[in-house]
């Protein structure tokens, strides 16, 4: 089984950073692609970066150039830096897994809070 485990959210001001991380764990072949979703108050979930397994990567506009998505294979695990945070960033912060296991899987983590005060 396959499990996303997360950390890294908090309470940060305008103009603040964070790093939120993403480990996976259990028995993966292969991964296709690890991303970051988030989910505002009343909104529906959105991506906000994505990274696939050639290196390659794509973020929300609304997030170009403040935030960052890289990855360690060696540990299965994806960041993202968010640097210049603004308050419509505060959501809940999802990690996503694709690839395969005895199959193809797509696992989501438990969700990770971000706030960012103005």
């Given at each position: 089984?396959?499990?996303?485990?997360?950390?890294?959210?908090?309470?940060?001001?305008?103009?603040?950073?964070?790093?939120l991380s993403c480990a996976a764990s259990?028995?993966?072949?292969?991964?296709?692609?690890?991303?970051?979703?988030?989910?505002?108050?009343?909104?529906?979930?959105?991506?906000?970066?994505?990274?696939?397994?050639?290196?390659?990567?794509?973020?929300?506009?609304?997030?170009?150039?403040?935030?960052?998505?890289?990855?360690?294979?060696?540990?299965?695990?994806?960041?993202?830096?968010?640097?210049?945070?603004?308050?419509?960033?505060?959501?809940?912060?999802?990690?996503?897994?694709?690839?395969?296991?005895?199959g193809y899987v797509e696992v989501w983590?438990?969700?990770?809070?971000?706030?960012?005060?103005?």
């Amino acid at each position: 089984q396959v499990q996303l485990v997360e950390s890294g959210g908090g309470l940060v001001q305008a103009g603040g950073s964070l790093r939120l991380s993403c480990a996976a764990s259990g028995i993966i072949f292969n991964i296709n692609a690890m991303g970051w979703y988030r989910q505002a108050p009343g909104k529906q979930r959105e991506l906000v970066a994505v990274i696939i397994s050639g290196g390659s990567t794509d973020y929300a506009d609304s997030v170009k150039g403040r935030f960052t998505i890289s990855r360690d294979n060696a540990k299965n695990t994806v960041y993202l830096q968010m640097n210049s945070l603004k308050p419509e960033d505060t959501a809940v912060y999802y990690c996503n897994l694709r690839g395969s296991s005895y199959g193809y899987v797509e696992v989501w983590g438990q969700g990770t809070l971000v706030t960012v005060s103005s």
